[in-house]
C-alpha cells in the first residue's frame, strides 16, 4: 500500500509522476503548507491521468482567510493564477489554481483532516478497485477519461454503479466492500 501522505513515492513513479515530484519540489509547495497535512490527490498518483491532469493539492485548513493570503504571497505570481472561497457541500472551501511549466495545480483547502476530504476518499476507493482489478479495468478508466469521461463516471460505468458516481466511490471508500 502506498503512503500517499509522503511524496517519496512519486521518485520512484511513472515519468508524469516524476516530473510531479520534480515540479512540486521546485515550488516547496509540501514544506510551504506543511502546517496544513497537504497531500498530492487525484489522478496522478493512483496513474490514471491524461496528459491534461492536474496537480491537486489538498490541505486542512482552519483559518482559512490566513491560508487564502498565504496561497496569494507563496504562489499568486504563476501563469494564469486565480483564487477564490465557496462553499461546498456546505463547507467553507478555498481553491487557487495556477499553471507552472507543464502542470495545471490546483490547491484546495477545508476545514476537514486531509484524509477525510472526499477528493483523498475517492483516489482511495480508485486505487483499492485499480488494485482489485488490474491493467485492463485501469486501461479501460483511461480510454472512457479520453473520450471525456471524468475519472469517478468512468468508474461507475465499468463498475455499473448506480446513481451519483461521487456517492458511490464514497461509499465503497467508507465500505471498503469488494468489487
Known sequence: MIDFTNLEYLKEGTPRQKDAYSILNELNIFENLEPYSPILAGTIPINIDLPDSDLDIICYVSELNIFYQLIIYRYG?????????????NIETVIANFNYKDF????????????????????????????????????????????????????????????????????????????
Do not use: C, W
Not at 476518499?121 to 488490474?134: D, F, P, T
Not at 454503479?161 to 461509499?171: K, R, T
Open 77 to 89: 505570481q504563476n501563469d494564469q493564477f486565480n483564487i477564490r472561497s465557496k462553499i461546498i457541500d
Open 104 to 179: 495545471s495545480i490546483e490547491i484546495f483547502g477545508q476545514n476537514i483532516p486531509t484524509t477525510q476530504q472526499n477528493a483523498y476518499k475517492h483516489m482511495m476507493a480508485e486505487y483499492m478497485i485499480l488494485n482489485e482489478k488490474g491493467e485492463e479495468f485501469r486501461q479501460q478508466v483511461l480510454y472512457l477519461k479520453s473520450t471525456g469521461y471524468k475519472t469517478e463516471p468512468a468508474f461507475a460505468k465499468l463498475l455499473d454503479l448506480e446513481g451519483d458516481p461521487y456517492l458511490s466511490l464514497l461509499q465503497i471508500h467508507d465500505s471498503q466492500i469488494d468489487i
